[in-house]
């Protein structure tokens, strides 16, 4: 009987505990539930993204069968490209655009310091978003200096910056920085514009850390082919008309290597490399026209199936934990959370705001000296 009596006891109180249990949870969803209805309302969503035909495909179509009621524009160019379209739009009063993703100094330059980027946030609701534990290294801001938190900084990787044309270059060739200047390679080196934001900069802003400027002058006079078009500088690789790269992204040359074209990373150069945030970084524009849909779109993005659909296309490295990287290393990316410490990524790094402001801006005003 007493045990009749105890096992009464243990259901009661477990069904006691159910009611309460039920309400926190519809409590930590209310507001989530609200947003999503509020943005279907809405309807839309408008972004600008990297430049990159597959990740905009991915992305549209993973977003879509997740909220189909809410339609989803993106808008794919070169980081600076996009955030000087947003800015002009803006400032002559058309509101059209709700966000932006790409580097940390594109937002820097183009959001933060004109003073039309949105406080990040208020816009990350849901705990799996929320919670620094289910990062890397916690909640990381692009804006680290100033203490703001406009950018939120997504990603963070180291990855092979050099390619080569495997026709025209052996790899034992190319094992230092200083291999660049051998005269065999004058007129042959491919160099993404350093004097604009992107891996370009962030390269040659490196070189300048770790060679100095008389190095980078030496860079110059080996005549690169410098260019703001990733897609020119991929083809004349792929072609044969250049022999190496600088600064070129992978997804960038994803299609000449799925179609076989002699394009391969080059091993890491014994001086080693920079930490990376790649185009991981995200901000809202000022007063964003379609406010829930942003919410949704950034909780999407930022939880696993958006890190996993994002990291995927553009081949870069989340910090999301839960998210598998270690296939990168198969392309030449190495997510920094599965091949560094925390302490060694904030040494090696030169993209958030405090490293901006060091380096990369006096990087920056060298390269407009050297490159007419």
Known sequence: MKLI??????????????????LAQTGASAEWERTLAAAKKEGKLVAGIPASADLRKQLEAAFKAKFPGIEIELS??????????????????????????GGTDTMLYGFVEPAIAEPFEPFMLLPEVKDPKQWWGGHIWGDNQSGKRFIYSFEAFTSDNLWHNTELVKPEELRSYDDLLNPKWKGKIGLLDPRN?????????????IKGEEFLKKLVQQEPLISTNQRLLGEALAKGK???????????????????????????????????????????????PHPNATKVFINWLLGKEGQETFGKAIGQGTRRLDVDTKWLGSIGVYAAKDSLSVESYYKLQNHLEDAINQYRRPAMEIARQLIR
């Open 5 to 22: 009596f105890m096992i009464l006891g243990i259901i009661i109180a477990t069904q006691g505990t159910r009611p309460s249990l039920a």
């Open 76 to 101: 794919p160019s070169r980081g600076p490209q996009n955030v000087r379209k947003i800015a002009e739009e803006y400032k002559a009063g058309i509101h059209h655009f709700d966000l932006s993703i």
């Open 197 to 209: 934001p992107g891996a370009g900069h962030s390269t040659w802003t490196f070189l300048w850390m």
């Open 242 to 288: 250049l022999s190496l790269t600088i600064g070129i992204s992978y997804y960038t040359l994803e299609p000449f290597i799925k179609a076989k074209l002699p394009i391969k990373a080059l091993p890491v150069p014994k001086e080693g490399t920079y930490t990376s945030n790649g185009s991981g970084t995200i901000t809202i524009v000022k007063n964003p």
